[in-house]
């Protein structure tokens, strides 16, 4: 029976856990501390840092893991793959490829001006006055889960938010980009040698309040998308980062039907998207991943004859404070809902603003979208 790895007990992680249970593999996870639901879904867990690169390695040659992976986090992603390569373990993509989708300034060099890249400059300094034009987005290089996040329209408010993301930043360094004025979207897909062989684009539907930050995934057949130039710019951006194997998930805008990529990782995404695709077309895109992985059974991807509409809505909640479930109201027709708590704990600041706390999914009315 093989061994693998997973590297952090979250939401996304149990699943992968999960599946992989189904499968007939043997689970370990890992986390610097038991408080995810994967650590109980693994058959074997410890508490070790997932960043310590000599601990997790040491665990992979005391334990004879097989594989070592993860799922919505590009924390891991470098570390996963970093330990792969030197261990000689089945991979998707090299260290260098995962460390530059998790340094957005790494990313952005390396994609500049390419179909699809954004605008960008790179700071540390909260006087520093940006070129491009109003408004902008101030990031954390190398950041993700929309933490230390801000749009700024007028340059004012410029330091405080260079400020905000440098704070957020393990490198101590934030970037300036662009603001696409547009609507947004995330495109989860599949890379098969080089090519992209699979492709499902979903609407994103942001919070009012909290630019970024994500309130509902909706997957629409009936919604006309420039597929054309999202392809290309999703394409241009696998052959520069070598993604040339296994999933990957992009968050993009489209402006006057370009699509211009915010985002582009080799990785599943944090936002439980396998689980809506699997109820929009019966793909179970996890399993291809770890058949793909472990047993190099690349995937086949077909155009199913029916779908069915579907929505993902996570219930937000500012964090440092108890949760209260019973303030949600649970959507008609509800297939699969889940809270990241018990009634009454604690919520961890993750983005610090509008932190998830749960979700529901359901099939999409009309007058929803």
């Known amino acids: 029976m093989k061994k693998v790895l997973i590297l952090g007990v979250a939401p996304v992680q149990a699943e992968a856990i999960e599946k992989l249970n189904d499968l007939g593999y043997e689970t370990h996870a890992i986390a610097m501390k038991k408080d995810g639901p994967g650590a109980d879904?693994?058959?074997?867990?410890?508490?070790?840092?997932?960043?310590?690169?000599?601990?997790?390695?040491?665990?992979?040659?005391?334990?004879?893991?097989d594989a070592v992976y993860s799922v919505g986090s590009d924390l891991a992603m470098p570390v996963a793959n970093q330990l792969s390569e030197a261990l000689d373990l089945p991979h998707f993509v090299s260290y260098e490829t995962a460390y530059a989708c998790n340094h957005k300034d790494e990313m952005r060099a390396q994609t500049k001006g390419i179909k699809g890249s954004v605008p960008f400059e790179i700071t540390t300094d909260p006087k520093h006055q940006t070129q491009i034009d109003y408004p902008v987005f101030v990031k954390p290089t190398d950041g993700q889960g929309q933490r230390g996040i801000t749009l700024v329209e007028q340059p004012s408010d410029l330091p405080?938010?260079?400020?905000?993301?440098?704070?957020?930043s393990r490198e101590g360094a934030a970037i300036i980009e662009r603001y696409i004025d547009g609507y947004e979207i995330s495109v989860n897909g599949y890379v098969v040698n080089g090519k992209l062989e699979f492709t499902l684009v979903s609407m994103r539907e942001t919070w009012p309040k909290h630019p970024g930050l994500i309130h509902k995934h909706i997957i629409d057949p009936d919604y006309d998308y420039p597929l054309d130039s999202i392809q290309q710019a999703i394409q241009a951006h696998l052959e520069t980062l070598k993604i040339d194997n296994g999933p990957v998930y992009a968050q993009v805008k489209v402006m006057d039907d370009e699509a211009f990529i915010i985002e582009i990782t080799p990785r599943f995404d944090g936002c439980h998207m396998h689980k809506l695709i699997q109820y929009y077309n019966q793909d179970e895109l996890l399993e291809k991943t770890f058949k793909h992985l472990l047993d190099g059974e690349a995937p086949e991807f077909i155009t199913p004859d029916t779908v069915q509409p579907i929505v993902l809505e996570f219930m937000c909640e500012t964090p440092n404070q108890a949760i209260d479930y019973d303030q949600f109201t649970t959507p008609d027709g509800t297939l699969e809902s889940y809270r990241y708590y018990h009634q009454g704990d604690h919520i961890r600041p993750v983005n610090g603003v509008y932190d998830k706390v749960g979700f529901y999914i359901y099939p999409l009315k009309k007058e929803d979208n």
């Open 160 to 168: 405080d938010a260079i400020q905000f993301a440098v704070e957020h």
């Open 41 to 65: 879904q693994a058959d074997y867990f410890s508490e070790i840092n997932i960043i310590d690169q000599p601990a997790v390695k040491a665990y992979i040659t005391e334990h004879g893991i």
